[in-house]
T-cell receptor, first 114, second 113 residues
Framework: DVKVTQSSRYLVKRTGEKVFLECVQDMDHENMFWYRQDPGLGLRLIYFSYDVKMKEKGDIPEGYSVSREKKERFSLILESASTNQTSMYLC?????????????FGSGTRLTVV | QQQVKQSPQSLIVQKGGISIINCAYENTAFDYFPWYQQFPGKGPALLIAIRPDVSEKKEGRFTISFNKSAKQFSLHIMDSQPGDSATYFCAVINTGTASKLTFGTGTRLQVTL
């Protein structure tokens, strides 16, 4: 089974801090994604990557950046955390080609910014 | 522009009943239509998926019905159980050209005793 592991389940950070959320997958998937999930708003795509060192903006990239130095690792960075970034963050990965729609998600990181 | 519209937003069904969640899409180029199931505190997981060359796919108590001409697809949960209580997301993708799924806004299903 593909595993997507997010480094923290719960995180509390202060406003203005730089925050790193880490995600690692173990099945050599090309595609990796960062979503945030808020009540009533569903899953909103922040950034995704289809290859090492490649990244594409999603629907809500403002206030975030990403890094993909190795194929298995995709990091989400909050440059200066704000209270409106309090949310559940979900990482996912998927294979290429016909398998692109088959996402495997991590269990999520619940981030609270105070 | 919302490429996939999901309804209802929430649903309460009695144990043993049928749960039905609907999605409508606009782009006829989509070629893969998955449903994801998310339990509280967990990430979504692929539940069942269909490609547009068939009108129905069944896996146990879960069935996708697909209407290509109407650009709609739905998830039916037969004999709904309390353990089915979760949030369900439909999604669409053109696997030939796109790298990412477009998700519906989700349906929170509660199955009562």
């Amino acid at each position: 089974d593909v595993k997507v592991t997010q480094s923290s389940r719960y995180l509390v950070k202060r406003t203005g801090e730089k925050v790193f959320l880490e995600c690692v997958q173990d099945m050599d998937h090309e595609n990796m994604f960062w979503y945030r999930q808020d009540p009533g708003l569903g899953l909103r795509l922040i950034y995704f990557s289809y290859d090492v060192k490649m990244k594409e903006k999603g629907d809500i990239p403002e206030g975030y950046s990403v890094s993909r130095e190795k194929k298995e690792r995709f990091s989400l960075i909050l440059e200066s955390a704000s209270t409106n970034q309090t949310s559940m963050y979900l990482c996912a990965s998927s294979p290429p080609g016909q398998g692109r729609g088959y996402y495997t998600f991590g269990s999520g990181t619940r981030l609270t910014v105070v | 522009q919302q490429q996939v519209k999901q309804s209802p937003q929430s649903l309460i069904v009695q144990k043993g009943g049928i749960s039905i969640i609907n999605c409508a899409y606009e782009n006829t180029a989509f070629d893969y239509f998955p449903w994801y199931q998310q339990f509280p505190g967990k990430g979504p997981a692929l539940l069942i998926a269909i490609r547009p060359d068939v009108s129905e796919k069944k896996e146990g108590r879960f069935t996708i019905s697909f209407n290509k001409s109407a650009k709609q697809f739905s998830l039916h949960i037969m004999d709904s159980q309390p353990g089915d209580s979760a949030t369900y997301f439909c999604a669409v993708i053109n696997t030939g050209t796109a790298s990412k799924l477009t998700f519906g806004t989700g349906t929170r299903l509660q199955v009562t005793l």
